[in-house]
């Protein structure tokens, strides 16, 4: 099986991922029992192959995360060539494109729609509402560095949701420095604005600050996990550090 969640919405991405939910359960499958192996990113997709067509060692099926496919040619046309294959796996696949070209996404739809599954692409690319709380918006403000505006985003944040959702504003951010990062360290600057088709601006961070920043939201999620931490509370600490 395979979904695919389009789009930078945090309403319309958490209820996609309520629907997938609902739909497994509709099918008699525990989520609880799915293996879950390594994310397959668009730099180690041809592990994907693996996947496809095995369960575990013991018979378990696994769900299967995709991170960012869509975002590079060689990434994106494999994952168009072995859509029907992971459409009619036993194995959950769920694709992640938060940033993705519109142009890519619609193919999946429409590939997927050929295939009977069109109620597998979600789209939450929905325009931000004013009163809407959106972690991308603040991921945005990090990579502008735009420190006070961030700053003042999270206290709206964190008045909202508490502590409730920092997984989830640790993810968005931690998408968007995975951008910069893959971006700015491969000299592929110009692609980047191109494929994300915005406008270039200056590089607001240093080589250095960006594995840096890098490798502190990485243990910020395992500090954090291990509750070690207050993940609110560091992301917090992070915005006021840029």
């Known amino acids: 099986m395979f ?16 629907k997938i939910a609902s739909f497994l359960s509709k099918k008699g499958i525990e989520e609880e029992a799915l293996l879950i192996p390594p994310k397959i990113s668009k730099d180690n997709f041809t592990l994907l192959e693996s996947y496809i067509g095995n369960t575990s060692l013991f018979g378990e099926k696994m769900k299967v995360y995709l991170d960012d496919l869509l975002g ?10 072995k859509l029907k294959d992971l459409v009619e796996s036993e194995n959950i696949f769920i694709a992640d494109e938060p940033f993705a070209l519109p142009a890519s996404f619609q193919k999946i739809s429409r590939d997927l729609a050929k ?45 909202e949701w508490g502590d409730d959702e920092a997984q ?11 951008m910069i990062y893959s971006a700015f360290l491969d000299g592929d600057r110009k692609n980047y604005y191109k494929l994300y088709r915005l406008v270039e601006r200056e590089i607001n961070y240093s080589e250095e600050e960006i594995k840096s920043f890098a490798r502190e939201l990485s243990l910020m999620a395992m500090r954090a996990n291990n509750g070690e931490i207050n993940l609110m509370r560091s992301l917090e600490k992070f915005i006021l550090s840029i």
Not at 8 to 15: A, G, I, P
Not at 72 to 81: A, G, I, P
């Open 3 to 18: 979904f695919i969640i389009y789009g930078t919405s945090f309403k319309e991405r958490k209820l996609a991922k309520e």
């Open 72 to 81: 590079r040619e060689d990434s994106r046309e494999y994952l168009y060539k």
């Open 115 to 159: 295939l009977g599954a069109e109620k597998n692409a979600f789209d939450a690319s929905s325009q931000k509402k004013e009163k809407d709380i959106e972690p991308f918006f603040l991921a945005e403000l990090i990579e502008k560095r735009d420190k006070r505006s961030a700053w003042q985003e999270w206290k709206k944040i964190y008045l």
């Open 168 to 178: 989830a504003l640790h993810g968005a951010i931690w998408w968007k420095w995975k």
